[in-house]
């Protein structure tokens, strides 16, 4: 809150210096600053302001200018978009409540926004219902009398602004600017001496003006009841013209404005693992964070045939490796070039902006994967890489020469440990650990097949399944995130576990009979096969575990079988052994060799086995083996 008078503010109130801030601080409090004549206003600040700006500038980048202060308030593709619900990101219009109004609604005029803003809030919602049936015709609205219809036509008859108490006072009952702003305000507190004044006022002002005494009092009834809660249409119009900028972006131009509002939540896990599985809803991909592309915040890349773009996820976005330190290796980047390897990188970054800590986390993420794609090796050599780039900068701060060759011999050549790359779920895990979620592939994909047999949904999915009867029965598969005991009033032991899937993150109530089975499977880290109650209260998805089992042994069960395909005989002893080691089940085994000349035979082998994701894991990582797919 600010205070702006005609003259020094030392000449009107006292004043306090506060040593924390720039601004002198009134010894008066908002109320008695006002009485004392002074003009009080407040000043909100709003990131999506900078995330509308941040946008501008990579569009701007890209060539394309637009006046987010001039868009056109009619664009069919807001408009449409809006009218889907597609609003994640989308400023005051995003909630699961608002975007179901949103659909309701069916907004195509700038007015409907306003209005939604000032009437999604306790009290105003209830009339939500009122207002869309009046706007689509299904209600006829109720003007209250017609001298007021074109006060209240823009609102289908719903009086949702203070502005529009203030006019009714004013056109039907003749107040003036500042009484009615006094009405409004003591519409608002109910002080009842105050209002039984403003009733005998507003009343016998409208029967001056020819209408009913008890019509004119039941209009001051129910305007009180909307001034109660009215909404300032400035401050409505305002957050919803916000509201449009930011729906005309992401239906418009919706790379360059998710880019921007991931780089406004750099810090946000939650947020960050929500725009990107916006983005694959919206089949914009999401690229892997790059040392030699990746900007310290997130950014724009074109270079498909469409033109269209995809986010780079950014280097600062990765968990503790900070801004400041990212922003100097890019800046390091653009002045001299990309890094040729993983020493040229080592030898080039300041020792005191980068630490062991914060290469381990570009490891895991796999920032270094155009250098050097086995991460293992990236990882176990980050000591190395530390030594080499602090000799490398006491020797820039001493500038010393090379003690056999002077300041042009060759640098001592240095080789990276050799370590066998992580397994695919390893490497999964360490990336999840760097980044909060699976960004390059998720765990359960390797799956795929079999939770489609076995009827698994995503999770994404629910919303749209419970839609119509309310609760269901359903199947869910995932990896376990997080887990939190609690005990009971009865002193039974129950959970809250955390899952993720392919399509993002659930939670499961696991009550204490499951949880006790299921307790060796949560300790394990192994992916899990969840059945579940599900049912939706107050806007959320509720799950209920009724059972919890290893996905690999359902998968298993529900296998139809294999198909190897070998181009080296070399491979049999390997698939022998393998094949060997498994469980009998119901899958079936098939090996096809390949005889040259586009010729092939299919050997189906005898028996059936237990065919599970880390089987057909080890199968393909036999030479010779080429493809290995399910049947």
């Not at 978009?81 to 609604?105: K, N």
Request: aromatic fraction near 6%; hydrophobic fraction near 45%.
């Amino acid at each position: 809150g600010m205070v702006i008078a005609d003259r020094p503010l030392d000449e009107l109130v006292p004043l306090y210096r506060d040593p924390k801030s720039s601004f002198p601080i009134t010894q008066y409090n908002w109320k008695l600053v006002e009485a004392a004549g002074l003009v009080k206003f407040d000043f909100l600040g709003l990131k999506t302001l900078t995330v509308l700006v941040r946008a501008e500038a990579l569009l701007r980048a890209r060539g394309i200018d637009i006046d987010l202060s001039n868009l056109p308030l009619d664009d069919s593709r807001t408009y449409e978009m809006l009218a889907h619900g597609d609003t994640v990101g989308v400023f005051q219009l995003e909630s699961s409540g608002m975007r179901d109004a949103m659909r309701r609604l069916r907004a195509d005029r700038f007015e409907d926004i306003i209005a939604l803003v000032a009437l999604y809030r306790p009290g105003p919602m209830e009339n939500i219902p009122k207002y869309i049936a009046c706007r689509h015709g299904k209600e006829q609205p109720n003007y209250l009398h017609p001298s007021l219809e074109g006060i209240l036509k823009e609102t289908s008859g719903v009086i949702i602004y203070q502005e529009q108490v203030m006019q009714i006072a004013q056109v039907l009952s003749g107040y003036s600017l500042g009484g009615a702003d006094l009405l409004r305000r003591a519409m608002g507190k109910k002080i009842k001496a105050e209002m039984e004044a403003q009733r005998k006022a507003f009343v016998d002002g409208a029967t001056a003006r020819g209408v009913q005494p008890a019509q004119a009092s039941s209009i001051f009834d129910q305007v009180a009841k909307f001034a109660g809660y009215g909404f300032n249409k400035s401050h409505a119009a305002a957050y919803a013209l916000v509201a449009y900028q930011t729906a005309y972006l992401k239906a418009n131009h919706p790379v360059e404005f998710i880019a921007a509002s991931m780089t406004l939540d750099l810090g946000n896990t939650d947020k960050l693992n929500m725009f990107r599985q916006e983005l694959d809803r919206l089949g914009i991909a999401v690229l892997p964070p790059d040392i030699n592309r990746s900007e310290a915040i997130f950014a724009v890349e074109i270079g498909d045939k469409t033109g269209r773009g995809a986010v780079r996820y950014a280097l600062a976005a990765i968990r503790n490796v900070g801004l400041a330190a990212m922003e100097a290796v890019v800046a390091e980047r653009k002045a001299n070039g990309p890094y040729k390897d993983l020493f040229d990188f080592a030898r080039r970054l300041d020792a005191k902006h980068v630490n062991k800590r914060q290469l381990e986390g570009l490891a895991k993420a796999g920032a270094f994967d155009g250098i050097e794609r086995n991460r293992a090796r990236v990882f176990a050599a980050i000591e190395t890489l530390l030594r080499h780039a602090n000799a490398a900068a006491e020797e820039r701060t001493t500038n010393q020469t090379n003690l056999f060759g002077g300041a042009d011999a060759p640098a001592p050549k240095l080789s990276l440990p050799q370590v066998t790359d992580w397994p695919l779920h390893k490497r999964l895990t360490n990336e999840f650990e760097a980044i909060g979620f699976y960004l390059s592939a998720h765990p359960l994909d390797a799956y795929a097949k079999g939770l489609q047999r076995l009827g698994v949904i995503r999770s994404s999915e629910l919303a749209g399944r419970l839609a119509a009867g309310g609760a269901a029965r359903v199947k869910l598969a995932g990896t376990l995130i997080g887990k939190q005991e609690r005990t009971s009033a009865k002193g039974n032991r129950f959970a809250f576990i955390q899952l993720s899937d392919a399509s993002g993150i659930f939670e499961v109530t696991v009550f204490s009979e499951t949880l006790a089975a299921a307790r060796e499977l949560l300790a394990s880290g192994k992916p899990m096969l969840v059945s579940a109650d599900a049912r939706v209260d107050a806007d959320n998805i509720k799950l209920l575990a009724q059972s919890i089992q290893p996905l690999d042994d359902a998968v298993a069960h529900a296998a139809a079988g294999l198909r190897i395909a070998l181009n080296d005989a070399g491979a049999v002893p390997g698939l022998t052994a393998a094949i060997g080691k498994e469980r009998r089940g119901r899958g079936r085994i098939s090996v096809v060799v390949d005889l040259g000349s586009e010729r092939e035979v299919e050997i189906a082998l005898p028996g059936a086995y237990m065919i599970s994701p880390a089987t057909r894991a080890a199968l393909q990582a036999i030479p010779g083996v080429t493809e290995v797919y399910e049947i």
